[in-house]
């Protein structure tokens, strides 16, 4: 029954990735027939963003109580009804209105799947579940522009709109195949536990867990988000080929989750964790190196690869740090604070290179990358068995 669902799995984890690519995609051509201006894209990431956060923060107990199949298949439900909202939009408030149920659908069905394979599945295809978000991040793009191509930002929005919609009826054919947690505790597994946040924080190593993920996906996001301007301001590359290398950064995230599902058959996930951060490291001191252009691509693309491993590493080994009772809790949590790093840091990181200097790229992702290994380090000395 498991080998029967991890596709389904994977083809949901692929439908998560397809949407988030879009907005920045087609925004040049929205925001003119929207009557928005182009800064206004910020505020439609922050609805998608805070919706996530709080779905995330309740997916335990949604999980908990209707299973982590039928939270997966109206989440996408949920997602590619917004989906249809976006291409029917035709005024600014109509997107940010359809943006709410997008990031609650998605922050729902990220923590379901995340620790429905850390529960059930080894560690490899957790690796591997992340790089068919990197797929499905990939392709949308793509299906945008062919529906540019066209004339038509909408029709992109209702093709990823319609394969998120048969991604549903396929979840709802495939709820018998679920494990749900009642099923679980049924057969002398365990019994999902709900702590509120307050008591969660009080357990050793969920701070320290907590702010590696807000310092890896902050690090993730302002990296991928400031690299061609770094690129074109800091270091004199025409804006064309900055884009392109800018992209060899996720590049490196999609291809290094792909290796590191067969590395980690060897290795751990603390050991990959560790060599992720190692790698990032090396990353960081090639584009610090003012020794050409030949440097800063190996340090985008280093960077890119040291990512891969340390957000599937760190989300598959909840249930061993914290116990499988309290995994969906943790899980939901620690996806909570990961989306706070996106929302909060790149921004900042925005106006100190504005008022200051876009140099401070690298050493800005130094300083997270340092908080993310003692933070990391400081976890695995309290949760040590």
Partial sequence: ???????????????????????????????????????????????????????????????????????????????????FGFSFSTAFWQLCLWAIPYGLGAGSVDAALNNYVALHYESRHMSW??????????????????????????????????????????????????KCPSDA???????????????????????????????????????????????????GIDAETAASWASLYYTGIMAGRFAGGFITMKLGDRQMIRLGQAIMAAGVVFILLPLGRGTLLAGLVLLGLGSAPIYPAVIHETPA????????AMTGVQMAFAYMGS????????????????????????????VMVVSAEALHKKTAR
């Avoid at 907590?210 to 990296?223: D, H, K, P, R, V």
């Avoid at 740090?321 to 969906?328: D, I, P, V």
Wanted: aromatic share 10%; glycine share 10%; hydrophobic share 55%.
């Fill in 321 to 328: 740090n914290f116990g499988r009772e309290l995994s969906m």
């Fill in 343 to 370: 929302l909060v840091m790149p921004p900042l990181f925005g106006l100190l290179a504005q008022n200051i200097t876009v140099s401070l790229y690298p050493w800005y992702l130094a300083v997270l990358l340092a």
């Fill in 1 to 83: 029954m498991v080998s029967v669902l991890l596709p389904i799995i994977y083809l949901a984890f692929i439908s998560l990735g397809l949407p988030d690519s879009l907005l920045g995609a087609a925004w040049p051509s929205m925001y003119p027939q929207l009557g928005a201006q182009l800064s206004w894209a910020g505020m439609v990431s922050v609805i998608i963003c805070l919706g996530t956060i709080t779905s995330s923060l309740a997916s335990d107990r949604l999980t908990a109580r209707f299973g982590p199949g039928r939270v997966t298949a109206c989440s996408v439900a949920l997602t590619a009804a917004a989906l």
């Fill in 129 to 178: 579940l992340h790089a068919m978000w990197g797929v499905g991040a990939s392709v949308g793009p793509v299906i945008m522009g062919w529906a540019l191509a066209g004339g038509s930002w909408q029709n992109g929005y209702r093709t990823i709109g319609l394969l998120q919609t048969a991604l549903t009826v396929v979840l709802v054919c495939s709820l018998p195949l679920w």
């Fill in 185 to 235: 505790a049924e057969e002398g597994g365990f019994t999902p536990q709900h702590l509120p946040l307050p008591k969660l924080l009080c357990l050793p190593g969920v701070r320290e867990v907590l702010l590696c993920f807000f310092c890896y996906c902050a690090l993730e996001s302002t990296a991928g988000m400031w690299a061609a301007s770094y690129c074109v301001l800091a270091r």
